[in-house]
């Protein structure tokens, strides 16, 4: 089975090694992501510049574009190695609630589910560092799973691993996407010419994180797994919608 493996974090992240050093336990694995930190992106594509391959001295392809771009470059640019399977990670952060809609590390997960390719999408409740052990071990044990039966369907996992020790992993939950507050604090500045700038501030306070969301079970201590759908349409405003447009 041929993986395709990007992230958000750029080709050199930690987290991105260790999930293809993971994953070559079970597959056969490629690597292709951004040369550069690209957080936040979503399921952008660059459409104002060409885009540009190179190979990094471990094996890794790195991309001038986003997420979404690396994709589109390892399913057809790269084209000697047909993904089966496409995982995204391990993201330096969750993403979990909202946070999804912003993330380029889902959004390369996404990208994948949208070609038919059964997608996984991996992050680490933590940004400090000190639990890469942690996700290496969550990693291994998701994986050995997945691997003992594939989907073969496309599928798109959200998957966020708790920042605990190793052996405190409680097991895994299936979930629903909690929310946060969108108090997203814009942060003036000065520029070295003293000119007006801002900053996007920090993200706002989780505001759902009840027992079932995936706020609230990997702060328990679960690997949470969340099933994704890209169809955003409001069924249930369906017949509301037509009465407001079809009224006299």
């Not at 690209?38 to 104002?48: A, I, Y």
């Not at 999408?121 to 942690?134: P, V």
Request: glycine residues 8%; charged residues 20%.
């Amino acid at each position: 089975m041929n993986v395709l493996i990007s992230n958000d974090d750029g080709y050199l992240s930690e987290g991105i090694a260790i999930l293809a050093r993971v994953t070559a336990e079970f597959a056969n694995v490629r690597v292709v992501a951004p040369e550069r930190d690209r957080s936040g992106v979503s399921n952008s594509l660059t459409l104002d510049r060409p885009l540009e391959v190179k190979q990094a001295q471990n094996g890794f392809y790195y991309v001038n574009g986003t997420p979404t771009d690396c994709i589109h470059v390892g399913q057809s640019a790269l084209s000697d190695f047909k993904p089966d399977v496409v995982f995204s990670g391990i993201n330096r952060g969750a993403n979990m609630g909202d946070d999804t809609l912003y993330s380029g590390t889902v959004a390369a997960a996404t990208e994948a589910y949208l070609m038919g390719i059964p997608a996984l999408a991996f992050s680490l409740n933590d940004s400090s560092g000190r639990y890469w052990e942690t996700a290496e071990k969550a990693v291994w044990a998701v994986l050995a799973h997945f691997f003992k039966n594939p989907p073969s369907s496309p599928v798109l996992w959200n998957i966020n691993i708790p920042a605990v020790a190793p052996d405190e992993i409680r097991g895994i939950k299936i979930t629903r996407l909690g929310r946060r507050h969108h108090e997203q604090s814009i942060v003036p500045s000065r520029n070295p010419r003293g000119e007006q700038i801002y900053w996007i501030g920090p993200v706002g306070r989780v505001s759902d994180n009840e027992e079932g969301t995936d706020f609230g079970e990997c702060a328990a201590g679960f690997i949470s797994i969340t099933p994704l759908q890209i169809d955003l349409t409001a069924y249930s405003e369906m017949a509301d919608t037509a009465a407001f447009w079809h009224a006299d």
